[in-house]
């Protein structure tokens, strides 16, 4: 499938990184509101420069737009490839308002395209194998799941040093005014809605505990940077989710079953280990035994994840997934629906601080497929 990507910032550094994975994917061109950015990447990275937008949607050989934008622009970028008949895979989130989500996969589906949204983690060895145990059985009914998406104190560390593999500097205002909750809850939600089915309700609270983390520039929002939510899934799951950037870094999972604990490190590494510990009985009292076995973890691909970044991933897996559906006209793993569900909770954790209570869920989505699993 021939894509085009618009957005030449830091995160587009990790795509290119690991396209070559993915030889289905053919890029014809990037393009950046910012024109000596869309050079200096095009130079580094060998690729052509569109110009203008408007060149990349007037391309019809471009099939797919990958929009790696900032968070503000998602919702504009995307409409625009989505009336120009472009299907669209789309960094986090699908818009920063819920009704321009929506109206995003209507328009999609009313069009014949498809859209989705990162994070493709879900699709990861770690995420995959988790889930293939899930399904077995082995560790009974699951009761609840404990998620930390913690960065440690962001605003503490040399942020204004780190830089990507073409030079461009992490883009700490737009992290900061977006804010933890938007940028990284959906690593975490997406594994647990894809295992355990939509969620039927969320009550959060998120807090900006550090209003100063900046003194070079003024930020024109102020966004939590602690957040906490209880979930509660169609199957009877119930997650503790916490998100935040002063705490100490900890991306962990741990599921609770009748009969034992699942667990692995890390979120972000397609490659962290999952352990699971059983119950046993010690007189009155049931305990976790000490011992974990360590599963082996599943061949999703031939080619180990990259270290792109702060973790291992594969940032190309889910737009090779969308060429993937297209390509064998099935349903995409990463629909549309799904990231619009996520979408939802992520606003509705995100807002909690103005909005407390109880939000009940509005959207859904069909049962996803695990991916092929080989030995």
């Known amino acids: 499938m021939n894509i085009a990507i618009v957005g030449c910032g830091y995160v587009a550094d990790y ?21 000596e950015r869309a050079a200096l990447f095009s130079r580094l990275q060998k690729v052509p420069a569109y110009l203008t937008l408007e060149a ?6 471009v099939e797919m737009v990958l929009n790696l934008t900032n968070p503000g622009a998602h ?20 818009a920063m308002k819920m009704d321009q989500a929506t109206e995003l996969v209507e328009l999609a589906e009313a069009r014949n395209l498809l859209i989705t949204s990162a994070p493709c983690s879900l699709l ?70 894809a295992w355990f089915g939509p969620a039927l309700s969320v009550t959060s609270f998120a807090s900006l505990q550090v209003p100063d983390k900046v003194q070079d520039v003024q930020l024109d929002a102020g966004s939590p940077d602690f957040s906490v939510a209880c979930i509660q899934f169609a199957s009877g799951v119930v997650a503790r989710v916490t998100c935040s950037i002063v705490a100490p870094h900890d991306h962990s999972l741990r599921i609770v079953a009748d009969n034992g604990v699942l667990s692995t490190r890390d979120f972000w590494d397609y490659r962290s280990p999952v352990y699971s510990q059983r119950m046993i009985k010690l007189r009155s009292r049931v305990l976790l035994n000490p011992l974990r076995r360590r599963h082996q973890l599943l061949r999703i691909s031939k080619i180990k994840p ?18 993937a559906a297209i390509r064998e006209q099935r349903v995409c793993r990463l629909s549309a629906r799904f990231s619009l569900h996520i979408n939802e909770l992520v606003l509705a954790i995100h807002g909690s601080g103005q909005h407390s209570g109880t939000h009940r869920m509005t959207t859904t989505f069909d049962p996803i497929e695990p991916m092929p699993l080989t030995k």
């Open 75 to 94: 919702y504009e970028i995307s409409k625009a490839a989505l009336l120009a008949g472009k299907h669209v895979y789309s960094e986090k989130p699908l």
């Open 124 to 193: 990861g060895e770690t995420a995959q194998t988790l889930w293939k145990v899930l399904r077995e059985g082995t560790m009974g009914t699951v009761r609840v799941v404990y998620a930390e998406m913690d960065d440690g104190m962001v605003h503490r560390m040399p942020y204004r040093d780190w830089v990507s593999a073409s030079g461009l500097p992490w883009p700490y205002k737009d992290e900061f005014e977006v804010g933890c909750t938007m940028e990284h809850a959906g690593y975490c939600l997406a594994w647990l809605a």
């Open 56 to 61: 990349v949607l007037a391309d019809s050989r």
């Open 306 to 323: 990259l270290r792109t970044g702060p973790a291992w991933m594969d940032f190309c897996r889910g737009p090779a997934e969308v060429a």
């Open 15 to 35: 795509y290119i990184a690991t396209l070559r994975f993915h030889p289905e994917l053919k890029l014809l061109g990037v393009m950046d509101r910012d024109a």
